[in-house]
């Protein structure tokens, strides 16, 4: 199965090929956000801190 496109009235399947280069892309940005978004996550977790406090600031 190909990457959906997210389009303007929703995901829908790429048909040409500038569609499907659209889709691969979109596919990487969310894939490299997502890794950032773990990444954020992990590194201010709860009890990550000095003494445990958890604190976001």
Known sequence: ?????I???GPYD????????KARIQ????R???AMQQAWL???KRGSFA???GILR
């Not at 596919?27 to 969310?30: F, I, P, S």
């Open 1 to 5: 199965m190909s990457e959906q496109l």
């Open 7 to 9: 389009g303007r009235w």
């Open 14 to 21: 790429p048909k040409t090929p500038e569609d499907k280069k």
């Open 27 to 30: 596919a990487q940005k969310r």
């Open 32 to 34: 490299e956000s997502q």
């Open 42 to 44: 992990d590194k201010h």
């Open 51 to 53: 003494g445990g406090g």
